[in-house]
């Protein structure tokens, strides 16, 4: 049973992680880019703060909140159809994998679509001459942002295991509810727990007739008795 609880917890955990690959590929698609002046020594001057800066931001953190609500969805349901043909309890152990794997996933989103611009940033940096105004690579400034998967999936995973709890249906709850009215139940129509035992005959009944003694046949013949 514990090999089965680690198999659900690992399987989750990783599932969540490799979401990280396609999220970033989506941020990087999405999201604008910002723009900074070309230094004389080639390094980046921070253009005047616009929308587009926070406009980064807030594409990548809505991209983990959403990610986070059909995660927590996905999990909790997948695990309590586990568990209701397991009879195995594994609410915390995918708890825990998807919460793990969640920050992993943001982390590598955060990694992949900053990577994906890298080089072609670098090669822009290159050709422009100091102080030319260029469209900058992605980059994450809120960092706070990497927590907003994990966060909303752990939210939305406990919301959907408390209305279960409130509800009495956890399959851990149904299958004693069944246990309990499977003990008490009685069938229809059984007579053999009120079945007198040892051939006694049960109150009331009425008594059985005794058979009447038979005659013995008087000697009517032609010879009487002598």
Do not use: K
């Not at 001459?129 to 469209?135: A, K, L, T, Y």
């Not at 509810?177 to 009944?205: I, K, L, W, Y």
């Amino acid at each position: 049973m514990m090999r089965r609880r680690l198999a659900a917890g690992g399987a989750v955990l990783g599932a969540n992680a490799a979401l990280g690959l396609p999220l970033g590929l989506l941020w990087w698609l999405l999201a604008p880019r910002p723009r900074v002046t070309v230094g004389r020594d080639g390094g980046i001057l921070p253009f005047p703060v616009s929308e587009t800066n926070f406009a980064v931001d807030g594409y990548f953190a809505l991209i983990m909140m959403i990610t986070g609500l059909l995660c927590g969805y996905a999990v909790y349901m997948l695990q309590y159809r586990l568990a209701a043909r397991d009879a195995t309890d594994l609410r915390l152990v995918c708890l825990l994998g998807m919460a793990a794997g969640a920050a992993a996933g943001s982390v590598l989103a955060w990694q992949v679509g900053t990577l994906l611009d890298a080089a072609e940033f670098q090669r822009a940096v290159e050709a422009a001459g100091p102080g030319e105004v260029i469209r900058s690579g992605l980059r994450l400034e809120a960092l706070s942002a990497l927590v907003a998967w994990p966060f909303v999936a752990v939210l939305q995973y406990g919301l959907f295991d408390a209305v279960s709890l409130w509800r009495g249906d956890l399959p851990a709850q149904r299958r004693a509810a069944g246990h309990e009215a499977g003990s008490e139940a009685v069938p229809a129509g059984s007579d053999t727990a009120d079945a007198p035992t040892g051939g006694a005959q049960p109150s009331g009944a009425p008594e059985a007739a005794e058979a009447p003694a038979a005659e013995r046949p008087e000697d009517t013949g032609p010879h009487g008795p002598g």
